[in-house]
């Protein structure tokens, strides 16, 4: 059996532990694996020796309610110095790049994370693991990179009235590498940092959102969550989301802009940008550029709405383009004069 | 052995084996296996026990990119194992009382 089966049956048995007991056997047998396939040995061997993971289980079981869960703190009355406060009010764990870094990738499941900047030290990411979270951290060559998974996902009532779980990468002034975060499930916001080569911003059902620092190359991409730009700068900017708004204001890409959506609204507030362009399906768009709109080749479309902008109207010699299409929703792009 | 008797011995092997200085499960286990059999899946509630009675304590520092947990002898395991050898002595003599009388 490899690794992640015999966890998930050994897990599956194990329902009727609590939560922290129970990522505690997790946790305890994925360090025995590790250490034993570092060693040399051979993972289904050394699993098969552990024995069947519903026998573990049954042995715990047994063992818990005999006793080593008995002198516990319950959580209500956490009592200083014993080994059970500690796991009361679960510590954060602080991960710091060892060496020096280009590129960063975080990759979280069902967890926010915000990138955000400090003034010195290294990356670091920030990050209290709930009681079936894995963390895996390595860095080689110049990459640290953070990856959070959940053995499994148990949704309870609980999670309602507790802080949202989050993630939080320190990011130093002076590092001006790439930066590639996903999660899944939760929202991703990125703030103040310097100046960046590359960044990376992908949530699959979370809110977007990148605002007042500056970065080369930018993606950003959620499908049914908003994305939103604020105050960016930097060479060119691709963002889509698929079901939500994607907003951009007080943004200067230099080279590009492209804001996308398939069926919300998209909408820009003075951008300015050489190549603009402003996608969706079922959504408006509303757009102040900052520019001379005689210096853009403009094409725009829309099937069934109203239209500020000529269809096609472009000059030989032109450098600047503009295209904005949607099929079911109004256009309204303006320009005004650029900023001083 | 018998097993209750095996669990009282054992935990007071791993707590010799912490003596010195912190160590991990799989370092435990490879350490005291020579002198008394112990599997993965038996170390495990030992160390919850130890742990829940004060007489160890765990802290995680990384290893390789991930965390490892590491276990620490508090004052009361080294009471313990003071126990233990305290009683050396009294187990010595029903030993050999027993052996007399079994000749």
Redesign the interface.
């Known amino acids: 059996m490899k690794r992640e089966e015999f966890l998930r049956q050994l897990a599956a048995a194990l329902v009727s532990l609590s939560d922290a007991e129970r990522a505690?056997?997790i946790?305890?047998?994925r360090?025995?694996i590790?250490?034993?396939v570092?060693?040399g040995k051979d993972e289904e061997e050394l699993i098969a020796?552990?024995?069947n993971p519903r026998e573990?289980a049954a042995?715990?079981l047994k063992?818990?309610r005999e006793?080593?869960?008995?002198?516990?703190v319950p959580a209500e009355s956490p009592q200083a110095g014993?080994?059970?406060a500690?796991r009361a009010a679960p510590e954060e764990?602080v991960?710091p790049a060892r060496g020096a870094v280009h590129t960063v990738v975080v990759a979280a499941q069902n967890t926010a994370v915000e990138l955000r900047p400090v003034q010195g030290g290294p990356v670091t990411v920030r990050f209290t693991p709930g009681t079936n979270d894995h963390?895996?951290?390595?860095?080689q060559g110049g990459v640290f990179s953070f990856r959070q998974t959940m053995t499994f996902s148990v949704f309870h009532w609980r999670d309602l009235f507790s802080r949202p779980r989050r993630i939080c990468v320190d990011i130093p002034a002076s590092f001006a590498g790439e930066i590639r975060a996903s999660t899944g499930n939760a929202r991703l916001r990125a703030a103040g940092l310097g100046s960046l080569r590359a960044m990376t911003l992908s949530s699959s059902n979370g809110h977007l959102s990148a605002e007042g620092f500056r970065c080369e190359n930018l993606r950003a991409r959620t499908s049914n969550g908003a994305l939103e730009l604020r105050g960016m700068r930097g060479g060119a900017c691709t963002a889509q989301t698929s079901n939500g708004r994607a907003t951009a204001e007080g943004c200067v890409f230099r080279d590009a802009l492209s804001l996308r959506s398939s069926n919300g609204a998209v909408c820009a507030q003075d951008v300015e940008s050489d190549h603009i362009e402003f996608t969706t399906s079922n959504g408006s768009v509303s757009a102040v550029i900052r520019g001379d709109m005689r210096e853009y080749a403009v094409r725009s479309r829309t099937s069934n709405a109203s239209n500020t902008l000529p269809p096609e109207l472009a000059y030989p010699g032109q450098k600047k383009s503009l295209d904005v299409r949607t099929s079911n929703g109004r256009i309204d792009v303006r320009f005004a004069p650029a900023q001083a | 052995m018998d097993t209750q008797r095996k669990k009282g011995v054992l935990e007071i092997c791993v707590l010799a084996a912490l003596q010195r200085e912190p160590s991990y499960g799989y370092r435990i286990v490879g350490e005291i296996s020579p002198c008394i059999e112990v599997s993965e899946s038996t170390l495990y509630p030992i160390l919850r026990r130890l742990e829940a009675s004060g007489c160890v304590s765990t802290f995680s520092r990384e290893h390789n990119g991930r965390l490892r947990k590491y276990y620490r002898i508090e004052p009361p395991g080294r009471e313990k194992i003071r126990e233990f050898l305290g009683e050396a002595e009294q187990m010595r003599r029903i030993y050999q009382y027993i052996e007399e009388e079994s000749k």
């Open positions: 505690c056997v946790d305890y047998y360090e025995m590790c250490d034993g570092e060693n020796g552990f024995g573990i042995q715990i063992e818990s006793g080593f869960q008995e002198h516990e014993s080994a059970g500690a764990s991960y963390v895996e951290v390595y860095e």
